[in-house]
């Protein structure tokens, strides 16, 4: 069974940082392109960043050059470095793994911004 499980949300003050991390298991993590999403309230998902299997990464306009993409593929991980946070950062933040057969998703992790 494939699980995605994010970890790393949380309150943080405008201008603070943050480090989400996606722990992916039963499946080759390797194997799979991924990407973070958002969703804030009242709002459709939108895509934050992602990162293929040959990690070329890409990001939503609102987040370059203050979020950072990576995988571990050692560790089957998926990571994203929030820095100088603001308050429209503030949603659900989920894990997507997909492969021209499946996609997977996580149960998302709430991050605030808020003073």
């Known amino acids: 069974q494939v699980q995605l499980m994010e970890s790393g949300g949380g309150l943080v003050q405008p201008g603070g940082s943050l480090r989400l991390s996606c722990a992916v298991s039963g499946t080759i993590f390797s194997m799979y392109s991924m990407a973070w999403y958002r969703q804030a309230p009242g709002k459709q998902r939108e895509l934050v960043a992602s990162?293929?299997?040959?990690?070329?990464?890409n990001y939503a306009d609102s987040v370059k050059g203050r979020f950072t993409i990576s995988r571990d593929n050692a560790k089957n991980t998926l990571y994203l470095q929030m820095n100088s946070l603001k308050p429209e950062d503030t949603a659900d933040y989920y894990c997507?793994?997909?492969?021209?057969?499946?996609?997977?998703w996580g149960q998302g992790t709430q991050v605030t911004v808020s003073s």
């Open positions: 990162i293929s299997t040959g990690s070329t990464t």
């Open positions: 997507n793994a997909a492969n021209r057969l499946k996609t997977y």
